[in-house]
Nanobody, 128 residues
């Protein structure tokens, strides 16, 4: 059974940095599209960053609000997806989820409907 397990969430001050990790089991993270989503308390889930498979050259896509601040990447050997976040603001406060598609021939979209497997989430809180 495919499992995604996020970690790295914490409380940081405005302007701080964090790196989230998503450990993938029973599936190859490099062979499909993967993404990070977030959901602020009481709001809907939004796509933050996505990466395509190795076969489609690891293309990335970012939400406009995080461009230049967040970086999505993978450690293929360890089967881990990362989200490096910097210049964090209180507006980044949310539960963050990683997600995986099924199969390599996908586009790195930020639509939650395109993803099949989901983690349980990790909380990021940015204090002002």
């Amino acid at each position: 059974q495919v499992q995604l397990q996020e970690s790295g969430g914490d409380t940081v001050q405005d302007g701080g940095s964090l790196r989230l990790s998503c450990a993938v089991s029973e599936y190859s993270a490099s062979m499909t599209c993967m993404a990070w989503f977030r959901q602020p308390l009481g709001k809907g889930r939004e796509g933050v960053a996505a990466i395509s498979s190795m076969l489609t050259h690891n293309k990335t896509k970012y939400h406009d609000s995080v461009k230049g601040r967040f970086t999505i990447s993978r450690n293929n050997a360890a089967n881990i997806l990362y989200l490096q976040m910097s210049s964090l603001t209180p507006e980044d406060t949310a539960a963050y989820y990683c997600a995986a598609d099924r199969g390599p021939w996908c586009n790195p979209n930020l639509d939650a409907n395109d993803y099949v497997f989901w983690g349980q989430g990790t909380q990021v809180t940015v204090s002002s």
